[in-house]
């Protein structure tokens, strides 16, 4: 299947096209905050006001493109979607003890809120789905696309990703271990050798079909893989490649989901085991950590095959020309495996 | 093209722990909807509710997990019905633990059943609890995936009430793709203190057990349970029977409202018209249909409205949920299993509290016991909020 418009609200300026003219920013810290535009145009100015986060930025990023291009259903990957409003609703549960409650941040904490909200606001009543599998939700998104284009019932999709920071969810994962206790700046998160990451968030969106003519870049297959033991991870990347006739050495680039969790990054090694000749290039000191982090990698990888390139710069280095594959493998806290292999078009 | 079988099944519900149960208490028209025992909410001395008949401690122990470090409610009525489905489909530890075996599970509430341990750790107020790895969605996916060492492919899917029937879709179109050998699909859900009181908020929860298409209905019961399918090819089985057959299936939006549906069932058709496609079926092949039916005014007319519009002449319908509340995540699953055992049972039970019929509607749901029917093709329909609105087909073979 082939991407034809791409839009991303990120922690990056990715949304107005800075990030290829002014370059990346360079969070620090914890938080990599997504950079929201002010919505004018895209969303009623009201609706945006009543808006949860995830909404408002599934809906920010998407518009433009549901305006621009009819689709016949909508596919999102989310598992951290609603959360904020999610909490604030068990918030009061617990401190008014079940008292009468306002139904707004139930509704709106329901992960399938988002696709359902796009759906609603662009009258679309085709296919509608939500997959919420934490590290694997967006590569579930692309399956799900990928099985109706083959099964040709659709002819062309929305499909993308949402993941908000809250702080209620961000103090699971602190507690949890998988938050650095302290963070400098992006440019050094990698080389940290300390456990725990930096969390990310925003919406990548995409709009796919079967049809090569005038794509951007072209999605040529996906696969997961879950357990805790992975020690065949590198033979699984490989069986990966060669099943899309492909050679290793024809992957230019792998695009890594390396995180700086010194616990966990060394899974990554399988990829380069697989493919010695390819040129490493880590997307979370751009995008953070976030269940869905491998739709923003996804939508960097479409964005550099299309030639669009950040100015090279300490997390932005230079993409190999010409760029033909492009591989990105993301791993979630150790137990779920994504690959998503992207090619150019011609 | 080859047909995608069911070759086992499990469910755990209000009405009993096992298929066998299950079918006897639809076969006594018993509802299992009672005041709960074990939800953790100030609503359980007053509501009644559709609440598995075990505590947690009931059902670790007769699960006897290897680890139970973490393990929520979701997850123990999730293995309790998983464990079922494989045995009847006769899988071995080394087919499920293939890696082309797909896991496709639902849930809404999912580790959040653990309402206090969540906000604790939601706030960082001590050091995290055992339940703080298990909150978010595709967690308890996660868990049997671990505890049966899968390592094929997962998914998990949250469209709120219509969750499960989308699992399932998804894996019949992956084992049409040839994307999996067999496929474990369906869902779970435990009654929480997080949805009773969020159902309770937008005032659709009945004070008396649900009456699903009465006029006299007051909204729905909650309810928690978990089913989970095994799906095969047909011509994968050799010498194995399959139980029943997922014929077709459509998912659609209704684009209407984020918590209701429209007067028109603009989903809800486009959802029924579209599996009758896939199935290749005339809307008079369909025997039965294995409603929404939640009982709530909305749900209720608008459902039935689209069965008329799309059926003309509407065969025995009914409510399981009147049986076991509505289990949210795990309904489409649960349904499935029921839509199935009518098949293969040629029966339909009766739709239970059912007073009088809703007004401008020319149907009313089947209330009495009916057997030796030849039940061909069985209509099961999923809505959720956002406007999620599938259904799926289950024929006889």
Not at chain 1, 60 to 84: C, E, K, N, R, S
Not at chain 1, 272 to 286: E, G, H, N, R, W
Not at chain 2, 59 to 72: K, M, V
Not at chain 2, 375 to 391: A, L, P, T
Request: hydrophobic share 40%; aromatic share 6%; glycine share 10%.
């Amino acid at each position: 299947m082939y991407i034809h418009a791409t839009a991303c609200i990120s922690p990056q300026p990715t949304f107005n096209g800075d990030f290829f003219s002014t370059g990346a920013v360079i969070n620090s810290g914890t938080h990599y905050m997504a950079l929201e535009p002010d919505y004018m145009g895209s969303i009623p100015l009201g609706q945006v006001r009543r808006m949860g986060r995830s909404v408002r930025m599934a809906t920010g990023a998407a518009m433009p493109l549901l305006q621009q291009f009819q689709v016949d259903g909508i596919i999102l990957g989310t598992t951290d979607g609603g959360m904020g409003d999610c909490h604030r609703f068990l918030d009061q549960i617990m401190e008014y003890a079940e008292g009468t409650l306002t139904p707004t941040n139930f509704v709106q904490g329901a992960p399938g809120a988002p696709a359902g909200g796009l759906a609603l606001m662009t009258r679309n009543s085709g296919y509608n789905n939500t997959h919420s599998n934490k590290g694997l939700s967006f590569e579930n998104a692309l399956i799900d696309a990928q099985l109706l284009l083959h099964e040709g019932v659709v002819r062309q999709l929305l499909v993308g990703c949402v993941e908000e920071i809250s702080d209620a969810q961000f103090n699971i994962e602190r507690v949890a271990g998988y938050v650095k206790e302290s963070a400098g700046p992006a440019a050094d998160l990698l080389g940290s050798r300390t456990p725990g990451t930096v969390n990310g968030e925003g919406a990548a969106m995409f709009i796919l079909n079967a049809e090569p003519t005038g794509a951007y870049a072209r999605v040529k297959d996906v696969a997961t893989y879950s357990g805790d033991s992975m020690a065949d991870l590198s033979l699984l990347i490989k069986e990966f490649i060669t099943r899309n006739g492909l050679e290793t050495t024809d992957v230019d680039v792998l695009l890594s989901g390396l995180n700086g969790d010194v616990r966990t990054d060394g899974l990554y090694e399988a990829g380069s085991q697989a493919m010695p000749d390819a040129s490493v290039i880590p997307y979370k000191t751009l995008f953070g950590e976030s269940p869905s982090a491998s739709g923003f990698a996804c939508w960097y990888a479409a964005q550099a095959i299309a030639g669009h390139r950040a100015p090279i710069g300490p997390i932005t280095p230079a993409w190999p020309d010409p760029l033909r594959h492009v591989l990105v493998h993301n791993h979630f806290q150790g137990h779920q495996h994504g690959l998503i292999l992207l090619s150019s078009v011609a | 093209m080859s047909k995608v079988v069911v070759t086992g099944m499990g469910v755990v519900s209000a009405i009993g722990i096992g298929v066998p149960a299950n079918l006897q208490r639809l076969r006594a028209a018993q509802s299992g909807i009672r005041l709960p025992e074990h939800v953790g909410t100030r609503y359980a001395e007053h509501m009644m509710m559709g609440e598995v008949e075990a505590s947690d401690a009931d059902l670790f122990a007769q699960l006897n997990l290897a680890d139970t470090h973490g393990i929520t409610r979701t997850e123990l009525l999730a293995f309790m019905a998983f464990r079922e489905a494989v045995a009847q489909a006769g899988l071995t530890d080394t087919q499920i633990s293939a890696s082309d075996t797909a896991l496709i599970s639902a849930t809404t509430v999912g580790g959040m059943v653990q309402a206090q341990a969540l906000y604790d750790d939601a706030h960082a107020i001590s050091n995290a609890t055992e339940f703080a790895a298990s909150y978010r969605s595709g967690a308890h996916t996660l868990r049997l995936a671990q505890g049966y060492r899968m390592r094929g492919y997962t998914d998990t899917i949250n469209t709120a009430c219509s969750s499960s029937a989308n699992a399932i879709m998804i894996g019949a179109r992956l084992l049409k793709a040839g994307r999996a050998r067999r496929v474990i699909v369906g869902g779970t859900d435990s009654l929480s203190k997080y949805t009773v009181n969020g159902f309770n908020a937008l005032q659709i929860l009945s004070d008396v057990p649900t009456r699903p298409f009465s006029a006299d209905r007051k909204g729905l019961s909650l309810g928690e349970g978990a089913a989970y399918l095994v799906l095969e090819r047909e011509d994968d089985l050799s010498e194995r029977k399959a139980l029943a057959c997922v014929s077709g299936y459509a998912n659609r939006c209704d684009a209407y409202h984020p918590s209701s549906m429209s007067p028109e069932a603009i989903g809800v058709i486009g959802a029924m018209t579209g599996a009758l496609q896939v199935a290749g079926l005339a809307p008079s092949d369909i025997d039965h249909v294995n409603t929404h039916g939640t009982g709530t005014q909305n749900n209720d007319y608008t459902e039935l409205f689209g069965l008329e519009q799309v059926l003309g002449t509407v065969p025995p319908f009914f409510s399981t949920k009147s049986y076991t509340g509505h289990t949210l995540a795990a309904a489409g699953a649960v349904e499935a299993v029921f839509s199935i055992l009518s098949i293969l049972h040629g029966e339909v039970w009766p739709s239970l509290h059912f007073t009088s019929p809703i007004e401008g509607l020319h149907h009313s749901p089947n209330t009495q016991m009916l057997a030796g029917l030849d039940i061909r093709h069985v209509m099961s329909n999923s809505f959720g909020f956002g406007g999620n609105c599938s259904s799926v087909i289950y024929s006889k073979l």
